[in-house]
């Protein structure tokens, strides 16, 4: 078990060019979730997958921002026309869904984004 | 939606000294989750506690979902107990299965 992992650990990018982030989940969990913390702030949902299917979406989650999980493996968050106020760090968590409850999720270590 | 409070939001205490952090929650809850965030972002999870009591070594946890409230107690602190602790808190409903986060308590252990 080696744990989420995220690709890249940081980005450095001008306003108004496109970003992705990738996201590997840990490998028998079938739920992916993105969220978005800025400092001094907890981490907030974006959206989340069940397998291949983005089951919810944040008001976050704004057109700019598109998130796939083609083969209901790893995941990838897209950001086009950057911001700056999109700089933040982008964090990835992935669980097991288990019939009648909730589960444990577990994050990956973020990917840092700043916007110039 | 479900607010989440933690409180103090600041704690400095001296090595070994003894602390507890304390997360409200608004609504009846089927997940709750501490973290502790380290210097470089990494969330860890310490405990997946919608109910009861839990400890791992220096750290337990204890929640009265009844009362809507949890609370963290860390004994002996350690210098590497230092960063963010956040409680996050879910409430699955048709298929809502998104972690709310407190705002943190920001613990600073001092040598």
């Known amino acids: 078990d080696t744990g989420v992992s995220q690709d890249p650990r940081h980005k450095i990018t001008k306003r108004g060019q496109n970003v992705t982030f990738r996201c590997d989940p840990i490998s028998e969990h079938n739920r992916l979730y993105w969220y978005r913390q800025t400092l001094g702030q907890g981490p907030e949902f974006l959206t989340y997958?069940?397998?291949?299917?983005?089951?919810?979406k944040s008001r976050l989650l704004s057109d700019r921002f598109s998130a796939e999980r083609p083969k209901g493996s790893f995941s990838t968050l897209e950001i086009q026309r950057t911001e700056q106020g999109d700089s933040a760090m982008y964090l990835c968590?992935?669980?097991?869904?288990?019939?009648?409850?909730?589960?444990?999720?577990?994050f990956g270590p973020g990917t840092r984004l700043t916007v110039l | 939606g479900i607010q989440v409070e933690q409180s103090p939001p600041d704690l400095i205490l001296q090595e070994g000294a003894n602390s507890t952090l304390r997360c409200n929650f608004s609504?009846?809850?089927?997940?709750l989750q501490w973290f502790h965030q380290n210097p470089w972002g990494q969330l860890i999870n310490l405990f997946y506690?919608?109910?009861g009591t839990k400890q791992n070594g220096r750290l337990s946890a204890t929640t009265v979902a009844t009362e809507r409230y949890s609370l963290l107690y860390i004994s002996s602190s350690q210098t590497t107990d230092s960063g963010v602790y956040f409680c996050?808190?879910?409430?699955?409903?048709?298929?809502?299965?998104?972690?709310?986060f407190g705002t943190g308590t920001r613990l600073t252990i001092i040598p």
């Open positions: 609504d009846s809850v089927n997940n």
């Open positions: 968590a992935s669980s097991l869904a288990t019939s009648g409850g909730t589960d444990t999720q577990y």
């Open positions: 997958f069940q397998n291949e299917a983005q089951l919810e």
């Open positions: 506690i919608p109910s």
């Open positions: 996050a808190v879910l409430r699955s409903n048709f298929g809502n299965e998104k972690l709310t």
